[in-house]
């Protein structure tokens, strides 16, 4: 498949390596030693117009395809996987998701204001007993006349505890099954609504994760996302989309671990030459570079046709973006943990960047749907139906 970029796709990946170079990697180290999520950043990001990047511009977007929202955060990645990792909760599970299923009168309120970071985006789905299994969430809402009433939690939130707009969750017939789900949009300052434990994570530190409490929070029912019972089908026809968007960060990751990688090969010498010149090393950069290509073009191609099908110029592709996030977050794990190999006794200390990027990595096969799922998804489509 041809996915030679267009000029249009090549400035915004260039306006957006050169943000990451000023803004983001002078703070990067900062972020992940001290767990901070630079607010500041997000007004930055709406100017530079990639908060709303697939939004059209008439709700404030850049009206851009979702191969430029995977080259966003591929760029933002590089630099600092958790700034990417609450970017693709803002852009893509939240933004992304008013743009699709949202009325107008929704995309109005809301967009307009995560679009240029005045607000802070997040989706609410895991719960304690319901990670994989989206379905056997617990989060009730009843109807009293105007308004719905939630109870339950949300657990590992991806910007939980800053979030301002939330696309969440609920069951509002728990007999139905995937049917009695309905998605809302909730605000952080709906009465009702708290921010329960922040919770300290292996990597990604300095993107928020949270656990949310709805304890009787009282949401709008002109706040339900499309109908109710339908949050099941919003939820589902929307994963090929989001598992593309996401699988660039994993490519991001991957390609910052070679670079360090090849940067540490060129300077470090042992036995008096550089460690470079040694033909293992020079093995494990081969397939660092190797599967980081194949990540890249397979979740650049990947974009390409989810985008069209999204459009209604394409087929599904579900399998195909399983296997793109899949292949991708198992490499950018390869990648980083051959990266700290090569930096020996250096690369395990916290502060070396490699050392970041395996934190970071680890996530990317577990967090939206695990690299098991992804698995079972792809097997069980190309099985197909008995019969």
Not at 331 to 344: D, E, K, L, P
Request: net charge negative; with cysteine; aromatic share 6%.
């Amino acid at each position: 498949m041809d996915v030679e970029l267009s000029d249009a796709q090549r400035l915004i990946r260039d306006a957006t390596r050169e943000f990451c170079r000023r803004e983001i990697e002078p703070i990067a180290d900062r972020i992940d030693a001290e767990d901070w999520f630079p607010r500041e950043l997000w007004p930055k990001l709406g100017d530079l117009g990639v908060l709303g990047v697939m939004v059209p511009p008439e709700y404030g977007g850049a009206g851009a395809d979702l191969l430029s929202g995977v080259l966003v955060i591929e760029e933002i990645a590089k630099v600092s996987a958790s700034i990417a990792l609450s970017y693709g909760a803002h852009a893509n599970l939240c933004v992304n998701n008013i743009t699709v299923n949202g009325s107008d009168a929704q995309r109005r309120r809301y967009l307009p204001a995560l679009c240029d970071g005045s607000a802070v985006g997040a989706l609410a789905l895991t719960e304690p007993e319901a990670g994989s299994d989206a379905v056997g969430i617990r989060t009730s809402a009843r109807r009293e006349g105007d308004v719905y009433v939630l109870n339950g939690r949300k657990m590992f939130i991806t910007n939980g505890s800053v979030a301002d707009t939330l696309v969440l969750y609920a069951k509002t017939d728990p007999e139905a099954g995937s049917r009695g789900i309905t998605a809302f949009l909730v605000e952080s300052g709906f009465p009702g609504f708290a921010v329960g434990q922040r919770l300290d994570k292996l990597g990604h530190r300095g993107s928020p994760t949270a656990e949310l409490l709805l304890d009787d929070c009282q949401v709008p029912a002109g706040n339900v996302i499309g109908e109710p019972g339908r949050g099941g089908a919003i939820m589902m026809q929307g994963l090929a989309i989001e598992r593309a968007f996401l699988a660039g960060q994993a490519v991001g990751v991957a390609e910052a671990a070679l670079a360090e990688g090849v940067a540490y090969a060129r300077e470090r010498r042992q036995f008096g030459k550089r460690i470079g010149d040694f033909q293992l090393i020079q093995a494990k950069l081969a397939d660092m570079y190797t599967e980081t290509e194949a990540a890249r073009w397979l979740v650049y191609s990947t974009a390409v046709r989810a985008g069209a099908s999204a459009a209604g110029g394409g087929q599904r592709v579900d399998k195909e973006a399983a296997a793109a996030i899949l292949f991708a977050a198992e490499v950018s794990t390869r990648v980083a943990n051959q990266a700290v190999q090569i930096h020996g006794g250096y690369g395990y200390m916290n502060e070396a960047r490699v050392a970041r990027y395996l934190r970071d990595a680890r996530l990317l096969e577990i967090g939206a749907g695990t690299s098991e799922i992804r698995r079972l998804l792809i097997g069980r489509e190309l099985v197909g139906p008995e019969g």
